[in-house]
């Protein structure tokens, strides 16, 4: 694969060179904002021009933000998409070296900008544009060019007025409008009009982008059909294209046409020789001029399979359009695929790698629920999958070039959830989105975001977000308080997922509750790291009422476990969902835990009746003897899987993924995983968990918190495999296992990052009497279910027998 990309590298040099410079150039983007003086409130394409002189010059950068989104090309070439996924109340600007895109002589910048984007990852906002070169010489600015009047415009260029979808924008684009190639410097632009300021106070105030640029990726792709390139192509023909994995990015496509030809352009999850699907209406049209010509999407897809559908043209011609080169480009976060998982059941080696792809196209700027449908930053999706797999298996590389796990796009999402708090105190969902529906507030979801603020916090120490984002904090609990009934719970929508029967009912809930209650108790937490005892001992008392009222209304003596939820002052069924969340969240009595557990470990399997999910409480809720529908959707087997590990029910995990991951792995055309256990999307960041798990608990290792310690936990659940080896990926480094059972014996070999120490933890063997390692008899300490010991250096020979 060949990368012709933004590499981290150039990211963190022009950020650091724009620090140096006393982040003047932050200051002067604000005031630079311009416009055509146009504003129609309709989403359009507006281009922006200046051509400038430059003498010799050592190096250059540029800087810019567009609302909504923009293209940036340098004398000719496109080098540049952004900005990153933003709230108009704090965008974020985009910094790159270009110093080898621009020349001696005349330069054209040129940047074409989509003003009225309103989708899954944009917001309806005045259009607006603001950039800055800044040229050096000898470590000194000998040039700078910045947006203002003399800056020409045209929105009379190729690219119309585009289709905005859920997930995507899809182009309208006719290639006969143009007078020439405007990118480039020699290009006659007398005729565009000049620039209109506009005031800079209209947006939030402008910071510097806070996570990497993308990285952009050849990826290989085969023709179905044997199709060949050059290929000639009459109306109402088509080409299918199959990209070897799926990928998150556009095709490069060059082509001859005749005049006034129009091309379909297709993207899709799914396909065959015929025909593509799963393409969520993410079709763009091309009307073609005359000759050769190139197109590029102006936006990014989730997709394996390109349809390209020739619409009309002559019948006289032996071909309307002769396709001569395709390129397929994935446009993602920088992470390197640092992680690895190998074991002796082929169902799970697989299982992992495609949970790796999954969520690897998922990850834009933002943790992407799906990677064409919606594309959005969904707080719970980041929560259970996005952060804790991508952080396990992904790594980016530190400023000395050592692979570590990243945080970027979890600390990403936690400002852009602060940044959507109503005036109630009440987090969104999902944001940066105008979106407002059923799903616009999950309560839940703002219980996770409490929740990923402590992880980030004990995973990083970063305590300057915590202060960041501690005004926000607070009115969340605040408003979790003053929603508290008589009875001392709070009264809210359940959610947790759809498989809940009690989804979108206002009520009592025993899911909701717990959820609340966790967010207090990591308040409380959270408030130690501020400083804040008066915080503290608030969270602290409201967290052990929580847990009083639910231990004393909820709990059914005869069931032996707890009610799904109290309305109208009486309680509901029990359910699955109800005793995992109890027992997830910590609210369990310590003399129940065993009682609740044997509820859940016989119930979660549980196929009962489904019920409309339409917020309304039926009559039958209140049968204590009702049976209802126990964890099935890959978002709550998170949680149970949790929990089956925790109890040491380590085979019976591997066999609950094997059986509930068994038709998503049956579909090979897609190659990803999916939303539901039934269906969905197809390509959905919740079919990733398994992985986290292989991960994290077969191949056992993780860190001991606080980081600063720098111990890594080591702990094999290997279940029923003989055999498992791999790669995870930790703040201090990969560490690297192997485990291999021979007869009765456990063999090992682990490989930790320097200047760490790791804490083992392995399994009781029948006859388990002595560990050697690195052909050295080692003293260890027993208990019922595992012995454990200490390691300073790798073990390349280890034996427990």
């Not at 281009?47 to 000719?76: M, P, Q």
């Not at 005729?191 to 300021?197: E, I, K, N, R, S």
């Not at 990243?406 to 105008?434: E, N, T, V, W, Y």
């Not at 456990?746 to 560990?771: C, E, Q, R």
């Amino acid at each position: 694969m060949k990368i012709r990309a933004f590499i981290l590298l150039i990211f963190l040099s022009t950020t650091i060179a724009l620090a140096q410079s006393g982040n003047t150039a932050t200051e002067i983007l604000q005031n630079k904002m311009i416009w055509s003086g146009k504003d129609n409130g309709k989403s359009e394409y507006t281009v922006f021009r200046k051509t400038f002189e430059l003498a010799s010059f050592d190096a250059a950068s540029i800087h810019l933000f567009a609302d909504a989104r923009y293209i940036l090309w340098i004398n000719g070439q496109e080098i540049l998409r952004g900005p990153c996924r933003f709230d108009p109340k704090s965008p974020t600007f985009d910094s790159m070296d270009v110093t080898s895109f621009l020349k001696t002589g005349k330069n054209a910048v040129v940047v074409m900008v989509m003003s009225h984007g309103s989708n899954s990852k944009m917001m309806n906002h005045h259009p607006g544009l603001t950039a800055g070169i800044e040229v050096t010489q000898q470590s000194k600015v000998i040039n700078q060019i910045w947006t203002d009047s003399t800056w020409k415009w045209s929105d009379h260029t190729r690219f119309l007025s585009p289709v905005q979808d859920w997930g995507v924008v899809c182009d309208r684009v006719d290639a006969r409008i143009d007078d020439g190639d405007w990118s480039r410097a020699a290009y006659d632009d007398q005729l565009w009009q000049q620039a209109t300021p506009v005031n800079g106070q209209l947006w939030g105030n402008l910071t510097p982008r806070a996570i990497p640029l993308l990285k952009e990726t050849e990826m290989d792709w085969v023709a179905l059909n044997n199709d060949r390139l050059p290929l000639k192509l009459k109306a109402g023909q088509s080409a299918i294209f199959k990209a070897n994995e799926m990928i998150q990015g556009f095709p490069v496509i060059q082509f001859e046409a005749e005049e006034g030809v129009q091309i379909q352009f297709a993207f899709g999850y799914t396909g065959d020789s015929t025909s593509i699907g799963n393409t969520y209406g993410s079709a763009s049209f091309y009307t073609a001029r005359s000759g050769d010509q190139t197109y590029i999407p102006t936006d990014s897809y989730g997709f394996r399979y390109l349809k390209i559908s020739v619409l009309n043209g002559s019948i006289y011609s032996s071909s309307n359009v002769l396709l001569k080169q395709i390129k397929l480009i994935d446009r993602r976060y920088p992470y390197l695929e640092t992680g690895s998982f190998a074991c002796n059941d082929p169902f799970l080696n697989e299982l992992w790698k495609r949970s790796a792809l999954t969520l690897k196209v998922n990850c834009e700027d933002g943790y992407m629920d799906c990677a064409l449908r919606e594309k959005a930053e969904w707080m719970g999706d980041a929560a259970i999958v996005g952060y804790p797999l991508s952080r396990s298996v992904f790594a980016i590389a530190d400023s000395t070039g050592f692979p570590r796990s990243d945080s970027g796009l979890i600390i990403s999402m936690l400002r852009h959830i602060a940044q959507s708090q109503s005036d109630s105190g009440m987090f969104k969902a999902h944001h940066p989105s105008d979106r407002f529906d059923i799903h616009a507030y999950i309560e839940d979801y703002s219980c996770l975001w409490v929740q990923s603020l402590r992880q980030v916090y004990e995973l990083t120490g970063n305590s300057s977000l915590v202060n960041e984002l501690w005004e926000p904090l607070k009115k969340q609990m605040k408003w979790f308080e003053t929603h508290r009934s008589a009875n001392g719970l709070v009264l809210a929508r359940e959610f947790t997922f759809i498989d809940n029967p009690l989804a979108y009912c206002t009520c009592n809930g025993a899911t909701i509750n717990a959820f609340v209650y966790k967010a207090f108790c990591d308040a409380a937490f959270l408030a130690s790291v501020k400083g804040d005892i008066q915080a503290e001992k608030n969270y602290q008392k409201v967290a052990g009422e929580i847990k009083l009222s639910y231990n004393k209304h909820l709990w059914i003596p005869s069931k032996k476990t707890y009610s799904s939820g109290i309305s109208e002052e009486k309680q509901m069924m029990p359910t699955a969902h109800a005793a995992l969340m109890a027992l997830n969240r910590g609210i369990v009595l310590e003399n129940r835990e065993d009682q609740v557990k044997e509820y859940l470990f016989a119930h979660y399997s549980d196929r009962g009746k489904g019920y409309p999910q339409g917020g309304i409480i039926p009559d039958t809720f209140f049968d204590h003897d009702l049976k209802t529908q126990g964890i099935d959707s890959p978002y709550t087997a998170f949680w149970m899987l949790e929990e089956l590990y925790k109890d040491g029910r380590d085979t019976e995990a591997l066999s609950f993924i094997r059986k509930r991951w068994a038709q998503m792995m049956s579909d090979t055309i897609a190659g990803t995983l999916w939303e539901a256990f039934g269906g969905g999307d197809i390509c959905h960041n919740m079919g990733a968990v398994p992985a986290y798990f292989l991960s994290t608990k077969v191949l056992g290792v993780s860190e001991k918190l606080p980081v600063s310690s720098k111990v890594i936990e080591i702990r094999p659940q290997l279940g029923d495999l003989d055999r498992a080896e791999g790669t995870v990926v930790t703040e201090y480094g990969p560490v690297h296992v192997k485990w291999e059972k021979q007869n009765d014996d456990l063999t090992f070999s682990i490989d930790i990052p320097a200047g760490t120490k790791a804490l083992v933890s392995l399994p009781i063997l029948k006859t388990g009497k002595k560990l050697r390692i690195n052909n050295k008899d080692v003293a260890f300490h027993a208990n019922k279910k595992s012995i454990n010991f200490t390691i300073k250096s790798d073990v390349s020979n280890g034996i427990y027998r």
